[in-house]
């Protein structure tokens, strides 16, 4: 015990000192082994236990880093509405497909790229060669192909059809759909001729229509691809005025009769409406096969008159004149070594007829 009114007193336990006493740690669990001293006691120290770690704070994403905005049905910590819920995060983005379908499906697609650019440079390579091969020698070079007829047929193909080859690009959806408007007409009249056999077998005094339907269909479907097919293919193909002509004259009247087929006047060899109605009245079944047989007829004769109107308006569009139609009729008559001949020979008998008279 230090004395009184001696020297400053000294602490009894020198290791008391507030000055060498380290910092106290926070936490209750630190408390107890603070306030243990092995000098005054001879307990045994108390368990050390481990603090709790403290909490860290809330890391922030840096800017490249990718926000994660939760997944759907929770809330965002820090945005609650007035009642105090939080608000829901935003609807999760649609699932984009695996990078294996993509790539199969970009390599489909070029695949059928490539192969319809194939098919082009096929096709403008055959083009190239047929003009050429027009070019150097003329149609000789380009065999017949029209009508498709088997090779063991005695009888051979007439003319050269090709229209991606000879028609420019501008007209052949026209040509073809004028080849088809043919091959319409033509089968109706096969079907007009089935159903005249028909009423005929009803109506046996109907034999000249059903002679008269065999007459047609034999007479009509050589006759109208030679008249007013042709002419319209060639005039599309070396924009000729005379066999615009041509074709405008004999077309129309092919329309005229498309339209009395669709009428079908009695004892005509036509199985119009008016032929359909009075068979109605004996056998519904020929009447039937008469009205589906009017009804092609009145279908070809509404595109026919359609396909010339259009026709005549391209037409007009080209330039053509009557004028350019004579002048092309006349360069091509004294261009035709067979006229030239004729007149040669007829000029050389009636000069020698001019000098043996007296």
Not at 68 to 95: C, F, K, L, M
Not at 120 to 132: F, G, P, S
Not at 227 to 233: E, I, K, Q
Request: charge should be positive.
């Amino acid at each position: 015990m230090a004395q009184r009114g001696g020297p400053a007193m000294l602490p009894e336990n020198p290791f008391q000192d507030p000055a060498l006493l380290p910092p106290p740690r926070p936490g209750s669990e630190s408390a107890a082994l603070d306030a243990y001293n092995p000098f005054e006691s001879g307990t045994p120290p108390p368990p050390y236990q481990a603090p709790a770690a403290a909490a860290q704070p809330p890391r922030r994403a840096s800017p490249t880093e990718p926000r994660n905005y939760g997944s759907y049905g929770t809330q965002v910590p820090g945005r609650g509405d007035r009642g105090g819920r939080g608000e829901q995060a935003a609807a999760p983005a649609p699932a984009l497909p695996p990078p294996q379908a993509s790539a199969a499906a970009a390599t489909a697609e070029l695949l059928k790229r490539q192969e319809e650019l194939n098919r082009k440079a096929e096709e403008l390579d055959r083009r190239e060669r047929e003009l050429q091969n027009a070019a150097l020698g003329g149609t000789a070079t380009r065999p017949n192909n029209w009508p498709p007829l088997p090779s063991f047929c005695p009888v051979k193909p007439c003319f050269y059809q090709d229209i991606p080859v000879e028609i420019p690009a501008d007209f052949q959806k026209t040509v073809s759909t004028m080849y088809y408007l043919w091959m319409a007409s033509t089968i109706a009249l096969f079907l007009n001729f089935l159903s005249s056999l028909a009423w005929f077998c009803v109506e046996p005094s109907s034999g000249s229509g059903f002679g008269l339907s065999i007459l047609w269909a034999l007479l009509y479907t050589p006759c109208s691809f030679v008249c007013w097919y042709r002419p319209m293919y060639k005039a599309f193909r070396s924009d000729s005025s005379f066999n615009f002509f041509v074709f405008f004259f004999v077309f129309f009247a092919q329309n005229v009769m498309y339209v009395l087929q669709a009428i079908g006047i009695p004892n005509w060899g036509f199985s119009g409406w008016i032929l359909s109605l009075i068979a109605l009245r004996k056998n519904t079944a020929v009447a039937v096969m008469m009205i589906l047989v009017s009804l092609s007829f009145t279908a070809v004769a509404v595109l026919g008159i359609v396909m010339l109107k259009k026709i005549h308006s391209l037409y007009r569009r080209t330039g053509a004149s009557f004028q350019k139609a004579q002048e092309e009729f006349a360069a091509g008559v004294f261009s035709n070594q067979a006229v030239r001949n004729a007149a040669a020979n007829a000029a050389a008998g009636a000069a020698t007829n001019a000098f043996r008279a007296p």
